[in-house]
């Protein structure tokens, strides 16, 4: 039994077992940049995924999210004491356990309704406790609301009852894989156009005596009663079980159409998912691994994502001796190459919330994105060797995640009179803030304990914004051109200049021989420029006229609409800042050579005065120029 969500449906692909076998769910449809749990795919998957949707009707969104946990109502607290690395587990001291072998759970105390749930319905409402009391007081005893309110599909009901949402409404119960169900069906409503807005996820309040009762059975949970917090402790060698949970994790999903006509606040972005079925055992996972290995595979060929993409993962670990390594043997098939991939488990630190772990999961995996910060996984005492992958150990770790990242590529769309459309506008004002500010006086370059704290002249709000809505329309096509490479379409460099910006080296590489260590600044020229001997005649002498010297060689203006400057010879290697910076130079010295230059009429003085936000005149020059030389030396007047 299986989900794997990059936060939607998808289908069983090529499936080794017998397509008329019950072994898939009769609906397995379709999905990032984000997180999720698994689906089914014979064949291997290629390194270059297909392309990611674009039209904005199909593209889900995530605008909202909702939390209830051990840590509290609050998105922001939530994730604030996961990146603490607290333990949300202790006693259950909602009933008796005296008797019980295990007495603890991730338990949620103090929760209040108030302003969520209207007071007759709150009223009606019976926990498993007092509905098992009603029974062995008798039937008289039971309330006429209670075959009502315990039907699962109730709880959603309200909620359209309440919002007036008169679309799809339904709950889904396949134990711990439900919230990513949800989410998977609710993109796949919207992008079937059933609905433009959907709210998805898991809820679970189990923790009652008949659950406890259950599970003790199984011997499926942990017996540390000496020591509940570190009960829960997934990957590691002295693991005895998992600890029960409870909560509620909630996504407002719709598509990125709808998001923007009512201008919502855009979280991330749901890019696919992948459901299937072990079709094994009722508990016990595949010794093989192939149904959570062809589930991980058909998610990420249904979001659109190469494996390579990866390098974060939001793990089921649920602490459990089995379950914990046959997730590990499916990772380690699917991701050939794990050095550079984050994981970690929340489960750690919040329990086994079943149904909702999912939700609870999602929300964590988004707040990662957004933060920069991942949470850590806590009781790391002694990992088991199968686990090769970066647990983040008992200590927060900053990652910046690639595929749960946050890039919607939006065709640009012309205004009628032929000018730039919104998105040409907001990508330009990005760049140009960027410029603005790139040299700016701020204290925090100074003090740089204070960076991320205290952002005294809002320049760090600023930046960053300039920052994320520029990655937004770069990305994608960065990540499309790195793709063509990946799978061979591109074998070697065209139509790029001479020069890349300075980078930083993320690892310890060998470049034409020179070793660069990992965080160097770079600068690298690209095939045939400088002294490559297989494209100059004695490369090594200096000679700056060798990109002008060959016969009907000219210099070319590329962009003679003058919206940017670059020049070239057609050949890696022309002069580049230097040549443009100079016939520039030649080109507004004839200018004002060649005419005459008056002030308006309207324009008593000139005054050079610099703007006080940048280097920029504060008020624009304007002056009226008349011919002063022979019409004939003019090619247009």
């Known amino acids: 039994m299986g989900t794997q969500a990059h936060l939607v449906y998808t289908p069983l692909l090529g499936s080794t077992f017998n397509p008329l076998r019950k072994n898939k769910l009769p609906i397995i449809v379709k999905p990032p940049p984000h997180t999720t749990r698994r689906g089914v795919l014979h064949s291997h998957i290629s390194a270059t995924a297909p392309k990611r949707e674009k039209d904005a009707k199909n593209l889900v969104v995530i605008t909202g999210m909702g939390v209830v946990s051990v840590f509290g109502n609050d998105v922001d607290t939530y ?30 105390h103090g929760f209040e309704s108030n302003g969520y749930i209207k007071g007759k319905h709150d009223r009606r409402l019976d926990d498993c406790q007092r509905v098992v009391t009603l029974l062995e007081r008798g039937y008289k005893k039971i309330s006429p609301f209670f075959t009502q309110y315990i039907l699962p599909s109730m709880g959603p009901a309200f909620l359209a009852i309440d919002l007036g949402f008169m679309g799809p409404t339904l709950s889904i119960a396949t134990a711990c894989a439900t919230s990513n169900y949800c989410f998977c069906a609710a993109a796949n409503h919207i992008r079937e156009g059933v609905a433009d807005l959907m709210i998805a996820g898991g809820v679970e309040a189990c923790i009652n005596p008949v659950t406890l009762r259950g599970f003790v059975a199984t011997n499926a949970l942990s017996e540390r009663n000496s020591d509940p917090q570190t009960a829960s402790r997934p990957w590691d060698q002295g693991r005895d079980g998992f600890v029960m949970g409870e909560g509620a994790g909630v996504l407002v999903m719709e598509s990125l159409e709808h998001a923007m006509k009512r201008d919502a606040p855009i979280i991330a972005e749901f890019l696919g998912g992948a459901i299937n079925c072990d079709a094994y055992h009722i508990t016990n996972p595949r010794p093989d691994a192939i149904g959570i290995t062809s589930c991980i595979q058909s998610c990420l060929l249904n979001a659109g994502v190469s494996m390579e993409e990866v390098n974060y993962i939001n793990a089921h670990a649920t602490s459990t001796p089995a379950g914990d390594l046959a ?38 995996t988004i707040k990662a994105i957004q933060t920069g910060w991942l949470h850590p996984t806590i009781n790391q005492f002694n990992l088991e060797p199968e686990v090769e992958f970066d647990t983040v150990a008992n200590h927060k770790q900053q990652h910046e995640i690639n595929v749960v990242r946050y890039a919607l590529d ?34 925090v370059d100074y003090f740089p304990w204070l960076r991320g704290k205290i952002d005294f002249d809002g320049h760090e709000k600023i930046i960053r914004a300039a920052i994320e809505g520029v ?31 300075p980078h930083v080296s993320v690892k310890n590489t060998v470049v034409a021989g020179y070793f660069i260590p990992k965080g160097s600044h770079v600068l690298l020229s690209r095939v045939g420029m400088g002294r490559n001997p297989d494209m100059w005649k004695d ?47 030649m080109l507004l010295e004839r200018m004002i050579q060649g005419f ?25 020059l304007v002056a009226i120029a008349k011919p002063r030389l022979p019409r004939y030396l003019y090619p247009k007047i």
Not at 79 to 107: H, K, N, Q
Not at 348 to 359: D, Q, R, T
Request: hydrophobic share 35%; charged share 25%; net charge negative.
């Open 410 to 443: 939006i065709p640009s769309v012309e205004m009628e009179d032929g000018g730039p459309g919104d998105e040409e506008n907001e990508h330009v004002l990005a760049l140009f803030t960027i410029l603005k500010y790139l040299n700016a006086f701020c204290i």
């Open 539 to 585: 490369p090594m002498r200096f000679d700056p006229y060798r990109h002008l010297g060959e016969e009907g060689k000219q210099v070319v203006l590329t962009d003679n609409e003058l919206k940017m400057l670059s020049f070239s010879t057609e050949k890696r290697g022309c002069p580049g800042v230097i040549l443009g910076s100079t016939i520039t130079t």
């Open 471 to 501: 990655r937004k329309y770069h990305d994608p096509l960065i990540d499309e051109r790195i793709l063509t490479w990946n799978d061979g379409t591109r074998t070697q460099e065209k139509d790029v200049a001479p020069f890349n910006d």
């Open 79 to 108: 994730y604030e004491r996961l990146l603490a690395g607290e333990s949300g587990v202790g006693s259950i001291d909602r009933f008796d356990v005296s008797e019980f072998p295990t007495r603890f759970a991730g338990l949620i």
């Open 327 to 364: 997730e590990i043997t499916a990772l380690k098939k699917v991701f050939k190459k794990i050095s550079g991939i984050k994981m970690n488990a929340t489960k750690s630190m919040i329990g086994h919330p079943l149904a909702a772990a999912g939700g609870m999961e999602a929300i964590a």
């Open 596 to 620: 005459t230059w008056e002030l308006p009429y309207n324009e008593p003085t000139i005054k050079l005065v610099e703007n006080n936000e940048d280097l920029l005149l504060a008020k624009p």
